[in-house]
């Protein structure tokens, strides 16, 4: 009989359905990296949303068979320990197509028209005394006509690509693997990057693309330009992101940081501008996606149980 446990629990705020098969099932709100081993003693299948698997972990958990990432990233699971060690480790895909594109457009909309600044301004009373019907203290755009640079084509930058040509936005994009769709450009990192108004990361955090956004890409950004982050932290560097938005030189939209949930140092939580937002991982969470990622987690699992595993990573 497998052995199922569930880490992190009150991280996936959907029904999760009983798998089709003898089993015995443990659910925890949510577990500290030295509870890991404990806890997953005589498992032989961890889920883990957010709770790190590493390499030591993994190494005490012999009867551990398979682990069901309840989510798209991987980046805390040790993937080369868990193949080492026969373990089967298969993630949640395209789960969010709806949510993500629409919580980056939010924050695109958001920013160029500059909705923060003008909340304010009416929270301060500035309307009431205002000498015209309106308020015009700040710069309003339009997104029709203007570039959208996507990094990281894949099924959430392909979704991002259909809003952004019904707003008009002509849609350039890099990726690590060929871009078929004849209406979009191919351009290096840097052309898009310096040619974009608005600039949309989509690729999975890896050693290859952390801080793949540092003080030079931030650089060759175009005054007034976006640059939004709905995929992972750690693909920006924070501190020169910080710098940047204190000069005022652009704007940005992120739902994601490197450390999550942050420590008080992170330098982006200390900013108070109107053209930073800042969300809290949430682009992923709207409450249809969060029951299609638990039905496709069961899926995983039954599908690893019947000798036929699906989504490895």
């Known amino acids: 009989m497998q052995r199922i446990v569930f880490l992190d629990r009150d991280s996936l705020r959907a029904n999760v359905r009983i798998p089709a098969f003898e089993h015995a099932w443990q659910d925890y709100a949510a577990t500290s990296p030295d509870d890991v081993v ?15 698997l590493r390499a030591d972990a993994i190494a005490r958990l012999p009867d551990l068979k398979m682990v069901a ?43 160029r028209r500059n909705l923060r600044a003008y909340a304010a301004d009416v929270e301060a009373g500035k309307w009431e005394t205002s000498s015209r019907f309106c308020l015009l203290d700040h710069p309003i755009g339009d997104l029709a006509g203007t570039r959208l640079g996507i990094v990281g084509y894949g099924a959430l930058g392909r979704q ?39 600039v949309s990361l989509h690729v999975p955090l890896t050693d290859a693309t952390r801080h793949m956004i540092g003080a030079r890409e931030l650089g060759l950004m175009q005054p007034g330009a976006l640059l939004i982050n709905t995929a992972r932290g750690g693909l920006v560097d924070e501190a020169a992101l910080a710098n940047v938005l204190m000069e005022g030189r652009i704007a940005a939209g992120f739902d994601v940081l490197s450390e999550e949930p942050p420590g008080s140092n992170n330098p982006l939580l200390r900013l108070r501008l109107p053209h930073f937002l800042l969300t809290p991982h949430i682009a992923w969470a709207s409450f249809g996606a969060m029951q299609t990622l638990a039905d496709m987690l069961v899926d995983n699992i039954e599908a690893w149980h019947a000798g036929t595993p699906a989504n490895v990573v």
Not at 38 to 52: D, E, F, M, S, W
Not at 81 to 104: K, M, Q
Request: with cysteine; glycine share 4%; charged share 15%.
């Open 38 to 52: 404990a806890r997953l003693a005589g498992a032989t299948v961890a889920i883990t949303n957010k709770v790190p």
């Open 69 to 111: 990432v309840a989510a798209t990233g991987t980046d805390n699971v040790d993937l080369a320990a868990c193949r080492a060690a026969g373990i089967v480790v298969a993630n949640i895909r395209n789960y969010s197509l709806v949510s993500v594109p629409e919580h980056c457009f939010t924050l695109i909309l958001v920013l």
């Open 160 to 198: 991002v690509a259909s809003i952004a040509r019904a707003f008009g936005m002509e849609v350039v994009a890099t990726s690590r693997s060929p871009i078929t769709d004849t209406d979009v450009t191919e351009l290096p990192l840097d052309e898009l990057l310096a040619t974009s108004q608005v």
